[in-house]
């Protein structure tokens, strides 16, 4: 018979006290990646420019680059671009129109299962 393994659990509470870049899902944290690859950042440049251009004209909506998403106590994400209509005090904290993953192997197995 196996040991029991027990996974730590945070809030979002503690998770601001960190240091480095983290992502909190349902109380796991998950380093983040170390800086994108130029082919991530030129996918991600120019999603970015046509959400933006297509959106230039709506005064509540507006097109973000990785920024914190609180989607309960438990679990905050970072995803790769968001797509918000309303505003955005410190992080948003309510859901967004529209969230983008930009896959790579490093990261494709966490954000097909985990984050989804």
Not at 46 to 64: A, D, G, P, S, T
């Amino acid at each position: 018979m196996g040991a029991v393994k027990v996974l730590p659990y945070y809030t979002v509470a503690e998770w601001e006290w960190w240091d480095g870049k983290w992502e909190l899902i349902e109380g796991i944290p998950f380093a983040m990646s170390p800086a994108p690859l130029p082919k991530y950042q030129r996918i991600a440049g120019n999603l970015f420019q046509e959400f933006n251009l297509q959106l230039k004209k709506c005064r509540h909506c507006k097109v973000y680059l990785a920024i914190d998403w609180q989607v309960k106590e438990d679990t905050i994400l970072e995803p790769d671009l968001l797509v918000v209509c309303g505003d955005i005090k410190r992080r948003l904290n309510f859901a967004p129109e529209l969230t983008v993953e930009i896959l790579s192997k490093a990261t494709a197995l966490k954000d097909r299962n985990n984050k989804f």
